[in-house]
């Protein structure tokens, strides 16, 4: 397993590999945005309603939203079978830059979510503690979802994302973040 020093606590067991894995999407999708201006970040490339602003405004929501799961349970999580057409046009917002926001401002909460997550993952006792998955119609009614398991959705939603990012930038201007 890896070691990895998070905020001057060293963590040596399997967090530690979960933290390096979701730090290393975390970069990849901020790299995506290097020398990008306002405006580039909330510019769409594709076919896609995405932009890289709006990417990473939606993992950091994704992010934050499982990271409090973690803690209390489906009470953190909107009931999305109760959600309106209101409610689904609002979540939108997530996905674009709004007018006032900035990259600046979107990726300055996108490390403090982060920062919070690490901390998270450092402190719990018990990474088998679960919890019920709140109602969606993408959710199997009774499911259960331990720590681990909702840390690696984090990741595989923060690693999908970087590659949507990687695909969006390269449309934007060329540039790619490997290769």
Known sequence: MTETTHNTVTVTDERADLL???AQHRHFLRFTT???TD??????????ELCLGGLIKHVTSVEKHWADFILDGPSAMPDFTSMTEADFAKRADEFRMLPGETLAGVLAEFEEVARRTDELVTALSDLNASHPLPKAPWNEPGA????????????????????????????????????
């Open 20 to 22: 390096e894995a979701l």
């Open 34 to 36: 290097r020398d990008l």
């Open 39 to 48: 405006e580039q970040a909330g510019q769409r490339t594709t076919a896609s």
């Open 144 to 179: 259960r979802w331990s720590a681990r398991r909702t840390l690696l959705h984090i990741i595989a939603e923060t690693a999908q994302h970087a590659g949507h990012a990687d695909i969006i930038r390269e449309s934007l201007d060329g540039a790619k973040s490997m290769g």
